[in-house]
């Protein structure tokens, strides 16, 4: 991956290709934040006006292309990236604007060329967001490209006063980490679904945890049937690709508190006989993200040494349609024996997350936090780039969305509305309870209520519903491609480092 450091250089004489800037939206103009002074004299002290005169506006995420101060000196740079930060009227920057920044700039500049970065870092999460917006920028999925493969990308610079400050390298160690294992969840969620069935997804987790030092176990389909895991089994039993359930543990010296992560892992999604269109089915490789998730914030927060002892699930499958799928109508017994008369094929996520959420309360965690592209209706509700937060008490649930806060990521609160359960229970004549209410609304609700009935009493629990920001179908913007966007790791890794 590209390498990132920080320097103490005068951005103005940075030996590199390009210096990402910020410029800030004033009234009907715009003005240079500190740490722009230097560049702003080898403009004569025109700088502000060269931007304007190009039509810069200090829009967040607004970018302006300038020739370099002397560019046939040595040591100064080719190429001026100036990006929009907004407005700051009392002139502060929230980090998340420093973080797209430079995002914005670096997809700016050629995957090639070397990029310094002066925008305002006056402590150690600003350093932070700046490094982690440079790297997740960065990042391209190239492997199934025929071109491109033997690039070498260049590489990425902090420049800040804090250079030497013991925070500020802790901090970037902290993006480092944080930005390759969103890589990793990004690659994933990418691959195509014919490439990253069950079996293949799960070795991955193994050979990752022996290169970090996490203990992996893994079920596969016997084990699973031993088990009585009847939810994975269930909607596994379409496809030609067993399911499995993976178990990662990471459990340093004294942990101040327990995790457990739970993860959606559909590798396609079909929908199974409740069929899907051929436009919905595009996308769902990418059903998978929750599943990858959580098991790269384990990794991440293993490599990171935080105090916290994580006990994650990955509940893998792949629903497809077949003469041995599930039937509308089946019902399942799933772990811990509870039955499931499964009413809609394409209701699957639910089904898997709760053989995982049952078999994660049998560790007795502090908290359990599932992370699931689980219903369009939350989509319909939230957007394409806000997960809703559910929870078994209001505590839980701030306690995660105030991680998403401070890491950056949009999350919204949601509830769970008592009589959801009572739908679930009474929708089926013939089981405990359905895997659908049968109503046209509420769908995101519903599915929190269904999950939370498998989480066992006494145990925190909270649902992170992220069919929304899992996947980008749209175009790049700041540090978030096309495509699959490692959404949930900065949170589960702030939830981690904020643990007391």
Same mark, same amino acid.
């Given at each position: 991956?590209?390498?990132?450091?920080?320097?103490?250089?005068?951005?103005?004489?940075?030996?590199?290709? $390009?210096?990402?800037?910020?410029?800030?939206?004033?009234?009907?103009?715009?003005?240079?934040?500190?740490? @722009?002074?230097?560049?702003?004299?080898?403009?004569?002290?025109?700088?502000?006006?060269?931007?304007?005169?190009?039509?810069?506006?200090?829009?967040?995420?607004?970018?302006?292309?300038?020739?370099?101060?002397?560019?046939?000196?040595?040591?100064?740079? #080719?190429?001026?990236?100036?990006?929009?930060?907004?407005?700051a009227p009392d002139g502060s920057l929230k980090t998340e604007d420093l973080r797209a920044a430079a995002g914005?700039?670096?997809?700016?500049?050629?995957?090639?060329?070397?990029?310094?970065?002066?925008?305002?870092?006056?402590?150690?999460?600003?350093?932070?967001?700046?490094?982690?917006?440079?790297?997740?920028?960065?990042?391209?999925?190239? #492997?199934?490209?025929?071109?491109?493969?033997? +690039?070498?990308?260049?590489?990425?610079?902090?420049?800040?006063?804090?250079?030497?400050?013991?925070?500020?390298?802790?901090?970037? +160690?902290?993006?480092?980490?944080? #930005?390759?294992?969103?890589?990793?969840?990004?690659?994933?969620?990418?691959?195509?679904?014919?490439?990253?069935?069950?079996?293949?997804?799960?070795?991955?987790? !193994?050979?990752?945890?022996?290169?970090?030092?996490?203990?992996?176990?893994?079920?596969?389909?016997?084990?699973?049937?031993?088990?009585?895991?009847?939810?994975?089994?269930? !909607?596994?039993?379409?496809? $030609?690709?067993?399911?499995?359930?993976?178990?990662?543990?990471?459990?340093?010296?004294?942990?101040?508190?327990?995790?457990?992560?739970?993860?959606?892992?559909?590798?396609?999604?079909?929908?199974?006989?409740?069929?899907? @269109?051929?436009?919905?089915?595009?996308?769902?490789?990418?059903?998978?993200?929750?599943?990858?998730?959580?098991?790269?914030?384990?990794?991440?927060? $293993?490599?990171?040494?935080? &105090?916290?002892?994580?006990?994650?699930?990955?509940?893998?499958?792949?629903?497809?349609?077949?003469?041995?799928?599930?039937?509308?109508?089946?019902?399942?017994?799933?772990?811990?024996?509870?039955?499931? +008369?499964?009413?809609?094929?394409?209701? +699957?996520?639910?089904?898997?997350?709760?053989?995982?959420?049952?078999?994660?309360?049998?560790?007795?965690?502090?908290?359990?936090?599932?992370?699931?592209?689980?219903?369009?209706?939350?989509? !319909?509700?939230?957007?394409?780039?806000?997960?809703?937060?559910?929870?078994?008490?209001?505590?839980?649930?701030?306690?995660?969305?105030?991680?998403?806060?401070?890491?950056?990521?949009?999350?919204?609160?949601?509830?769970?509305?008592?009589?959801?359960?009572?739908?679930?229970?009474?929708?089926?004549?013939? #089981?405990?309870?359905?895997?659908?209410?049968?109503?046209?609304?509420?769908?995101?609700?519903?599915a929190a209520a269904f999950l939370g009935d498998f989480v066992a009493d006494g145990i925190d629990w909270v649902?992170?519903?992220?069919?929304?920001?899992?996947?980008?179908?749209?175009?790049?913007?700041?540090?978030? &491609?096309?495509?699959?966007?490692?959404?949930?790791?900065?949170?589960?890794?702030?939830?981690a480092a904020s643990a007391q």
């Amino acid at each position: 991956m590209t390498t990132i450091t920080l320097s103490k250089s005068d951005a103005a004489g940075v030996k590199t290709d $390009a210096v990402v800037i910020g410029v800030v939206k004033l009234g009907g103009g715009v003005t240079l934040p500190a740490g @722009t002074e230097s560049l702003n004299a080898a403009y004569g002290g025109k700088l502000v006006e060269v931007l304007t005169g190009l039509g810069a506006t200090g829009k967040a995420g607004e970018v302006t292309k300038v020739p370099g101060p002397a560019m046939n000196k040595p040591g100064k740079s #080719a190429t001026l990236i100036a990006v929009g930060l907004g407005a700051a009227p009392d002139g502060s920057l929230k980090t998340e604007d420093l973080r797209a920044a430079a995002g914005a700039g670096v997809r700016a500049a050629k995957a090639t060329q070397s990029v310094a970065f002066a925008l305002p870092t006056p402590d150690a999460d600003c350093v932070r967001a700046v490094a982690e917006g440079a790297l997740l920028g960065r990042y391209a999925f190239t #492997a199934y490209k025929s071109s491109d493969k033997d +690039e070498t990308p260049g590489s990425l610079t902090v420049i800040t006063d804090l250079a030497r400050n013991k925070d500020a390298r802790a901090a970037l +160690e902290r993006a480092q980490v944080t #930005a390759e294992s969103i890589a990793q969840v990004r690659d994933w969620v990418n691959t195509p679904p014919s490439d990253l069935h069950p079996v293949e997804f799960a070795a991955d987790a !193994v050979r990752l945890g022996k290169e970090y030092g996490v203990k992996v176990e893994v079920l596969d389909e016997k084990a699973l049937a031993k088990g009585g895991y009847g939810g994975i089994l269930g !909607v596994g039993q379409g496809s $030609a690709n067993p399911p499995r359930l993976v178990r990662l543990t990471y459990t340093p010296k004294k942990p101040v508190t327990h995790l457990a992560f739970v993860g959606k892992g559909i590798t396609f999604d079909s929908g199974g006989l409740s069929l899907k @269109t051929s436009t919905g089915m595009v996308s769902m490789k990418s059903d998978m993200a929750g599943a990858a998730a959580v098991i790269g914030a384990t990794l991440a927060i $293993a490599r990171l040494g935080l &105090p916290v002892r994580v006990t994650t699930y990955a509940a893998m499958a792949e629903n497809m349609p077949s003469g041995s799928a599930a039937r509308p109508s089946d019902v399942l017994t799933m772990y811990g024996g509870k039955t499931v +008369e499964v009413l809609n094929t394409d209701a +699957e996520g639910r089904l898997v997350l709760g053989d995982a959420l049952v078999r994660a309360s049998e560790d007795e965690p502090d908290l359990i936090v599932d992370v699931a592209t689980l219903t369009g209706a939350c989509v !319909v509700a939230l957007g394409t780039k806000v997960a809703g937060a559910f929870g078994n008490t209001d505590s839980a649930r701030d306690r995660v969305v105030d991680a998403a806060v401070a890491s950056g990521e949009a999350m919204w609160p949601l509830p769970i509305p008592a009589e959801m359960l009572d739908k679930l229970k009474s929708h089926s004549k013939v #089981a405990d309870l359905a895997n659908i209410t049968g109503e046209p609304w509420g769908g995101a609700l519903a599915a929190a209520a269904f999950l939370g009935d498998f989480v066992a009493d006494g145990i925190d629990w909270v649902h992170l519903d992220v069919a929304g920001p899992a996947f980008n179908d749209g175009a790049a913007a700041g540090y978030t &491609p096309n495509g699959g966007t490692g959404y949930a790791v900065r949170t589960l890794i702030e939830l981690a480092a904020s643990a007391q």
